[in-house]
């Protein structure tokens, strides 16, 4: 039985990069975007690459959607549950670095923690009874969720957020939850600066598959581990 792997975000950028990449290992794709129409993108690569995938629109932002949208990924398989979560769904208000904290607006603030903080507490809360025995859970981050920089405003704090809900699920869940920081990529989140998304997939493949739980579990895996470790 293929095992069954949730993306958030998979409309483009790394959640569509990963989405693709854990098709063709021949996992079961789950994946959700706001825009119904831009993840149709990523589900006919997949498809037309011969991989497995079920679309669904879903807001990271709406508990209901994201219960909606677990639920499926749970029964595509016979009922078997999720694998992998990927939990990448996230916006930018602005642009990378010229972001002034004290010039954002209210609704700029608001609308980072939800789609960035709760949205990543929604995700993994609503998948979590339908976890597999043996099932992890990725949080994408950057380092402006732990270092201080200029310009990155309540971006950075929600991204704090996120990894500060991820290590408190993996405090209280017998399955492995981690934080993923890629580094730099080009997307739009960070005005098309930095690697391409899909050179992201094989960190992701290798913290799902080859990193050990327990360094995983709680911690923050950073591109230079996985440089480390498969070099």
């Known amino acids: 039985m293929a095992r069954t792997v949730l993306v958030t975000g998979a409309s483009r950028g790394i959640g569509a990069g990963v989405a ?10 789950v994946v959700c975007a706001r ?40 029964r595509v398989e016979d009922g078997a549950g999720i694998d992998l979560v990927v939990a990448n769904a996230g916006v930018y208000h602005g642009e990378a670095g010229h972001t002034p904290m004290a010039e ?48 990155f405003g309540s971006y950075a704090v929600s991204k704090a957020t996120a990894e500060a809900v991820a290590r408190g699920f993996a405090a ?3 399955r492995a939850v981690g934080i993923v920081d ?12 930095g690697r391409d998304p899909d050179d992201v997939a094989p960190m992701l493949q290798w913290a799902a598959d080859e990193l050990a739980a327990e360094e995983l579990d709680g911690a923050v895996v950073s591109l230079a581990d996985w440089k480390r470790a498969t070099r």
């Open 182 to 193: 890629p580094g730099q990529v080009d997307t739009d989140l960070t005005d098309q600066h």
């Open 35 to 74: 825009d119904r129409d831009r993840l149709e993108a990523t589900v006919e690569s997949i498809r037309e690459a011969g991989g497995r995938v079920t679309p669904q629109r879903a807001d990271v932002r709406d508990e209901f959607d994201v219960e909606r949208l677990v639920e499926t990924a749970a």
């Open 104 to 151: 954002e607006s209210y609704a700029a603030f608001d609308d980072h923690l939800r789609t960035n903080g709760r949205g990543v507490f929604a995700t993994i809360r609503e998948a979590v009874p339908h976890l597999a025995p043996e099932a992890r859970v990725l949080v994408l981050s950057g380092s402006v969720a732990r270092e201080t920089k200029a310009g």
């Open 20 to 29: 693709r990449a854990f098709a063709a290992d021949g996992a079961h794709v």
């Open 172 to 174: 209280e869940l017998d």
